[in-house]
């Protein structure tokens, strides 16, 4: 099976719908269940990503590949038009980039893309080390949901530290819709603003408490932020899918080329 068909519609990256592995879908039906919604949402593709090394929850690679397998084979036995990519939401953890080096973790699809989960209390001190040597190896770094990190929060431009060196970071629709509080969605929507998201995802984990949410979110991304964002944040998951480069973003590509650029960082780390 081709993985990356479906590829042209609107993709999640970033779920937890694989049965029975994490917090997400408890089993088949429930994995079913989500995968119908995300199709009745106009979802076409969908990166499963289970939590890895989180301190709870250890999804290595082969299981991934092996219930995405299944999950595929499921979903076209049933024509349910969805299709799914393998992905982990891997914990910072002090063994990343050897684990990396070994070969033990799994980017987004086929795409030099992999996602990263800081805790929910603070910035550990390797990120900066993690998203600098993987941006040297050729892989960027996706930060789940920075919107929920109390130093982000706190003070934005601890994210945007990251961005410049490499990272690129995800939003989640329940963020942005109110679903965790209104302080969380504030902060949502000031990451939002000050262009340090590049992605929208649902994290979605069980259909009632936190479902895809997708198409509602891209409707208010449209009417806070205007159509040309949706469609920025639209492509994005679309080129993380089909593995390609993610775009400029709409009115921050003049800023890039004045910044000295990737250059400039190099020459802070002395390489
Ligand atoms: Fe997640």
Redesign the pocket.
Known sequence: MNGRAGGTGMIDI???ILPGIDDGAADWEHSIQMARAAAAEGITGIIA?P?HYDGKYSNDKETVIELVAELNSRLSELAIPLKIQTGQ?IRIHSEFLSNWQSGKLLTMGESPYVLI?MPSSQIPKSMEQVVYELRLLGVRAVI??PERNAEVVQNPDRLAELVELGAYAQVTTHSLLGGFGRGIEKSAWTLCRRGLIHLVSS?A?HLEWRSFKMKEAYERIESELGPVWRRYFERNAQAIWNARELSDQPNLVQQAAKSGGWGKIKSLFGK
Do not use: R, S, V
Request: aromatic share 0%.
């Open positions: 970033h779920t937890h990503t939590h939401e989960e789940a949901h994290d984990h």
